[in-house]
């Protein structure tokens, strides 16, 4: 099993970035998938839910209207378009896909909002 995310980087605040997960080794299409971020001191954090089928969607209330996940069951990727960063954004993110019974977490991406 594999969830390996892509995308971060140093962006000024304002920017975007978008992230990616790859997942392998498991049926992702029956994982719901979910990206976390942890910020240096603090604890991890849920940042965006998607279902299954990606019908539904939740988000942090931090950054509703700015950040949306996505997910294409035929590549096995889920997404997350992350608009007017900014440097509270600063974070690890990591990517999870979730059933009744398991949790896979990937390795984590370093997104920086700095100017």
């Known amino acids: 099993v594999q969830l390996v995310e892509s995308g971060g980087g140093m962006v000024q605040p304002g920017g975007a970035l978008r992230l990616s997960c790859a997942a392998s080794?498991?049926?992702?299409?029956?994982?719901?998938m979910s990206w976390y971020r942890q910020a240096p001191g603090k604890e991890r954090e849920l940042v965006a839910f998607?279902?299954?089928?990606?019908?539904?969607?939740d988000y942090a209330d931090s950054v509703k209207g700015r950040f949306t996940i996505s997910r294409d069951n035929a590549k096995n990727t889920v997404y997350l378009q992350m608009n007017s960063l900014k440097p509270e954004d600063t974070a690890v993110y990591y990517c999870?896909?979730?059933?009744?019974?398991?949790?896979?977490w990937g390795q984590g991406t370093q997104v920086t909002v700095s100017s």
């Open positions: 080794g498991f049926t992702f299409s029956r994982y719901a």
């Open positions: 999870q896909g979730s059933d009744i019974m398991t949790n896979y």
């Open positions: 998607i279902s299954r089928t990606g019908g539904i969607t």
